[in-house]
């Protein structure tokens, strides 16, 4: 999420908001995007999580800070919110949506402690990640987290395993990219996949095959051409067995590449990442070598390029 966001949300909020009653719980297009994220990244982060090196257990939820708009007051009202801090996503079949939690759901403390006020002279967008990491790390340390709602109901939510990663929608940006902490799935390439949840999981697994490998220490390293489509590579075919794990048809990697980023080859660059016919053929020979595997054990059966 970056700051182009919260100015087109405001703009459709300053649209909305003459109309809106003030117990409007509204759910807005970006925020159903951000729940397929959420949800196609807790799918493949919670079927791989037994082979992910940095697992804990997660929530599936994702937070929203009303101060991150240009108006906060024009955002709790048309959100309907009795505070700044908000569910922003929750992962369909996840943790926090099994307890009940949806979005704009209004969160005065978690884990016990208060939300508190904005932090002076930071960043907006600093107090909602430090709150989602407080969340995140409650969970992943007690193995279960308590937030307490607007109104003072409190829910008590137990985490599931799960790749220690996080998902987020940027809907500021036109590609997907990823840390060993987070994965990041741009509007314009969320939009390139029309509706269509395979494509979505896909490039959701591209990019967590490179969290997973840890490709980010890799490129500090020694990052070149050359080691950037060596990495590309990989996580083009370690996605096949991601999705294989959680579900997905393994040939949709395949199917993204020869469709998806084809026509968008020119804003990726096949000098760095590789033409796309190339990818498509490596693709289509790991889904060969899936096929064979015994089972769908990547870190024993996945035959890597780059040296860990």
Known sequence: MLRARAERWLAALGLALAAAPSVARPVDGLQVADAEVQSVGWKLAHANARFCKRAAPGIGLLLQDARTFEDPAAARAVYGLSGDIAV???ADDGPAARAGLQANDTIVAIAGEEVGPPLPGKDRWTRLFALQTRMETAV???GAVTLTLAGGRTITITGEPACRVRFLLDDGGGNASSSRD????GRGLYNATKGDDALLAA???HELAHAALDHQTTLEAASSNAVVRQTEREAD???VWLLANAG???EAEERLMRTVIARRQFLIGSSS???WRTRAADIH???AALAAAPDADWPLRFKRNVAP
Do not use: T
Request: aromatic share 4%.
């Open 182 to 185: 987070d994965v990041r799935v």
């Open 237 to 239: 075919r370690l996605a």
């Open 140 to 142: 992943a340390d007690k």
């Open 203 to 205: 490039i959701v697994a």
């Open 248 to 250: 997905y048809p393994p």
């Open 88 to 90: 922003g996503a929750v």
């Open 273 to 275: 990442h590789g033409g």
């Open 285 to 287: 020979a790991e889904l």
